[in-house]
């Protein structure tokens, strides 16, 4: 018997997520008005998921699987939980929407699968794995981005993300492949024989195309060119989800790839890591500083959150590398809740800048929910994006560098940088009077409820950080 | 074993030549399966028959009749301006290609494969569906990459289906218009 059955149970939130991505297809297979109970399987399902990870991590269970291509490890648990939980939050935002589309299971079914594709990334010890679960999670995405038929721009936006993300795939795959034939394997456990610290010029091509294969997928510059257009055409719950739940996912595992298969290579990964954080840090927020279309601004805002979070992988060296590892665990969950929650509010309001005057007389509750979204993703403490910076700055103090304090110096220019744009949609929102235009009447009540909760989320996660420091200090990578 | 991998790698890149510079969709698609029928003669010379046997099945049979198929029923005048565009770009592209492809050789040629052998993959298609499905020993990953393979394909079927449906409706366009 070659599969255990232990290993059903290591698979289990896969599984889950896979039988709910069947039965929600089907179920549109058999009837014309059933996305209220597509919606509801599928939000059902991503729960489903959150739980079984949820007691998985409770239970301790780890272990390596399939000859030690996949394993299943705190640190993989804590990833599928973010995924799960930003399905869940994605789906009920979408369900009214893509109920009007009238195809909504599929919609519904193209989330579950990135769901699958993100959280089989996270527990992938293979190169190959890695690359095809991978693509199970970027491939509906090129869908959910084009799924609006009603605006050009979402067609646009799909298309030139689906060509670049070709391209930048087969990239990511060259790369592979070349680390795949000097090392003999593509375990990473013995990838990591070969990638001590001389590197042959052939390793290192590989390791600069794997790195730019993963660079576009969590848009950092100079690959970053596709996000804007692909976030400002995609349905809102489609931008909210896929800037939070594949992109996590990829930092994962390129956390893993980089501590498992590469830890003897660090010195030069290191330097690889800080140039792009600076760029990413940089590009991201002088582009989104001109944006007057909100939907534009955030996109270009993930486009600098990726660069922090690059800048905790910068500061994976010397004293700072157990601190660093903590950094890109906490900011990720930071940056699912303030960005997710961000996102939703265009659902409530709209788009153009000019929606958000005066919307605190018109719409408090709403108001309230984006200045907080705002001020965490600038990182005013206590909200969430204060706590994932002020672990990139202790990481990066530790490390000993000079290059990363040159980085972690970067962060925080980048972060006074960033104020004027994020607070400009809060200056709107209380000092400008309200006009026709100003938004808030839209939504529904599942987007309302999903924008407080998050809303909620990101202002107590000072209270989450003393569980979910322990949570992450347990994740078993370094 | 010079002769035959000069004529197969003349091939191939003939072949691949011809894709991008012919004018004709069609003459690309055909150009295409003589470049995969190089590609799997490759496949035999390194010791995997039954990989070189899926390539002949798989991309020189249905991937071009896919190819083909796809061409009939979506020909369109906009095929000759897409031509044209690929023209207007050719040096800038030429230089690219030509940059990149001087700098793999050099990086390849510099290395030392002397430690790497071709592999000597599975003969049979008997012992190939083994190792696919993990009941031979060091192979258990390909049982879960071929699962996730397969589900890979479906979703990627299922969002082919969405962005190609052509009206815009409030629910009622279900199956195939035009």
């Known amino acids: ?478 | 074993m010079t002769v035959a991998f000069a004529f197969l790698a003349g091939m191939t890149l003939v072949s691949a030549l011809g894709v991008v510079l012919s004018r004709s969709v069609v003459h690309s698609a055909l150009f295409m399966s003589g470049s995969f029928l190089g590609i799997s003669g490759f496949f035999v010379m390194l010791n995997a028959p039954a990989l070189a046997a899926f390539q002949v099945l798989i991309y020189v049979g249905a991937v071009t009749v896919v190819i083909l198929f796809g061409i009939m029923f979506t020909q369109r005048p906009q095929v000759r301006r897409y031509r044209t565009i690929i023209n207007r770009q050719f040096w800038a592209g030429f230089l690219v290609a030509a940059g990149v492809g001087a700098f793999l050789a050099y990086v390849l040629s510099a290395e030392d494969w002397g430690g790497t052998k071709p592999g000597n993959g599975p003969r049979q298609v008997a012992a190939f569906g083994r190792d696919l499905l993990g009941v031979s020993q060091g192979a258990e990953v390909f049982t879960l990459l071929f699962e996730v393979a397969s589900v890979l394909l479906l979703v990627a079927v299922v969002a082919a289906i969405v962005v190609s449906r052509r009206k815009m409706g409030q629910g009622i366009d279900r199956g195939v218009r035009e």
């Open chain 1, 1 to 478: 018997m070659a599969v255990s059955g232990q290993a059903f149970i290591a698979l289990l939130p896969e599984l889950i997520s896979t039988g709910f991505l069947i039965v929600v297809l089907l179920v549109g297979a058999f009837g014309e008005s059933n996305a209220g109970v597509a919606a509801g399987l599928a939000a059902l399902g991503s729960l489903a998921v959150f739980v079984s990870a949820a007691v998985l991590l409770a239970t301790g269970f780890s272990g390596s699987f399939f000859g030690g291509g996949y394993v299943v490890d705190p640190f993989a648990l804590y990833f599928k939980l973010i995924v799960a939980g930003s399905a869940f939050f994605a789906v009920l935002a979408a369900a009214r929407w893509s109920g009007r589309t009238g195809d909504a299971p599929e919609y519904l079914t193209l989330i579950l699968s990135v769901v699958l594709g993100a959280s089989l990334l996270v527990s992938m010890r293979d190169l190959f794995g890695i690359f095809l679960s991978i693509e199970l999670a970027t491939i509906p995405s090129y869908a959910m981005v084009a799924f609006d038929r009603s605006r050009r721009e979402s067609a646009e936006g799909g298309m030139k993300y689906l060509i670049t993300g070709v391209i930048a795939s087969s990239v990511l795959l060259y790369g592979i492949v070349l680390i795949y034939g000097v090392s003999g394997s593509a375990q990473l456990s013995d990838v990591a024989n070969t990638f001590t610290g001389n590197l042959t010029p052939v390793a290192l091509l590989g390791l600069g195309l794997m790195v730019s294969g993963f660079a576009f997928k969590v848009s950092a510059a100079p690959f970053h060119f596709w996000t804007p257009d692909a976030y400002q055409g995609a349905p809102t719950s489609a931008a909210a989800f896929l800037s939070v739940a594949p992109k996590a996912a990829t930092f994962a595992v390129l956390l893993r790839i980089l501590l498992e298969g590469m830890p003897g290579a660090a010195p030069t990964w290191t330097a690889v890591m800080a140039f792009l954080a600076i760029i990413t840090m940089f590009v991201g927020n002088l582009f989104a500083l001109r944006q007057r279309n909100v939907r534009r601004m955030l996109a270009y805002s993930s486009v600098a959150h990726s660069g922090y979070i690059l800048a905790a992988f910068a500061a994976l060296q010397g004293g700072g590398a157990a601190f660093a590892v903590q950094a890109v665990l906490i900011y990720t969950a930071a940056y699912a809740v303030m960005n997710m929650g961000a996102f939703l509010v265009i659902d409530l309001v709209g788009e153009d800048a000019k929606n958000y005057n005066g919307l605190v007389r018109t719409n408090p509750a709403a108001a309230a929910s984006m200045g907080l979204f705002m001020a965490a993703l600038v990182g005013i403490p206590p909200l969430s994006g204060f706590f994932g910076k002020l672990w990139i700055i202790i990481a990066g103090a530790q490390s000993g560098s000079i290059l990363v304090y040159i980085v972690v110096g970067a962060l925080v220019v980048n972060t006074v940088l960033s104020v004027p744009y994020y607070f400009g949609i809060i200056r709107n929102m209380i000092l400008e009077e309200p006009t026709s235009e100003t938004g808030g009447s839209k939504g529904n009540g599942a987007v309302r409820f999903s924008v407080y909760v998050l809303a909620i989320l990101t202002t107590f996660f000072g209270l989450l950080i003393i569980p979910l420091s322990a949570l992450v200090k347990a994740s078993g990578l370094l």
